[in-house]
Nanobody, 120 residues
Framework: QVQIMESGGGSVQAGGSLRLSCVAS?????MGWFRQAPGKEREGVAT????????NYADSVKGRFTISQDSANNTLYLHMNSLKPEDTGMYYC????????????????WGQGTQVTVSS
């Protein structure tokens, strides 16, 4: 069983920045960040494999968000800049996935989430 805990969420104004952290029980090659806004389906934000050999971003966050991993501390980060109100949602960290042609999917273990609220 993989334990995952997210932190770093909060309330910011549009244009601000936040850094989310995710500590996992052990190092995992494949990890990712997902989010779910009220009334919407969960969507992938950023995923990472092999410490950054493969990184994928949702089009809506490209150029603003950066995913990174500290393997020594089993920690995954999501650096979020130029935040917009539409970035509001619960952000989840996930670990262990299936790699298919550069796409990282079918994540098996999930954290409880950390709330991000961006006001205009």
């Amino acid at each position: 069983q993989v334990q995952i805990m997210e932190s770093g969420g909060g309330s910011v104004q549009a244009g601000g920045s936040l850094r989310l952290s995710c500590v996992a029980s052990g190092y995992h090659l494949c990890m990712g960040w997902f989010r779910q806004a009220p009334g919407k389906e969960r969507e992938g934000v950023a995923t990472l494999f092999g410490g950054g050999v493969i990184t994928n971003y949702a089009d809506s966050v490209k150029g603003r968000f950066t995913i990174s991993q500290d393997s020594a501390n089993n920690t995954l980060y999501l650096h979020m800049n130029s935040l917009k109100p539409e970035d509001t949602g619960m952000y989840y960290c996930a670990a262990i996935c299936t790699v298919r042609g550069g796409t990282l999917a079918e994540f098996q273990y999930w954290g409880q989430g950390t709330q991000v609220t961006v006001s205009s």
